[in-house]
């Protein structure tokens, strides 16, 4: 194998590594991102004291949001696996490795979407004082550098 040969597969390999890397940081930044964090669901069950309608009420709306993330990450799990499969067919950026991009952030902008909608879903069952509660929390969820 000459030297040229050498350096394009090892090009080719060194792109599918990093397309594979950022996709699977992806979801999982995406999933991270998607659940109530410890700090919110700590609070939530623990802090808040909810009332026993307001327990059923939240669990309705976790079923709810715990499918349609289910769908949201197996679709973008699927867009990597169209780009990974775009990438070995090719070995150059064509329309099928951009409408696996553009599917892999349709997914994740609709997760994130989903999230928001969740958690003010959640809120909304909440009474004044246990929603202040809940915004400073996810504030500092959202934004946890320094205040």
Known sequence: ?????????????????????????????????????????????????????????LAALEARYEARRRTLEAQARQANRELATALLASHEYGPQDEHAIDDFHVA?????????????????VLTPAQAAKFDRTVAAALDPGPR
């Open 1 to 57: 194998m000459t030297g040229s040969k050498r350096t394009a597969l090892a090009m080719l390999v060194l792109t599918i590594l990093a397309a594979g890397a950022g996709g699977w940081l992806g979801v999982h930044y995406g999933r991270a991102a998607s659940r109530s964090p410890t700090s919110l669901n700590r609070l939530m069950h623990h802090e808040l004291h909810l009332t026993a309608d307001q327990e059923r009420q």
């Open 108 to 124: 994740m902008k609709a997760l994130q979407v989903a999230t928001v909608k969740h958690l003010l879903a959640m809120r909304a």
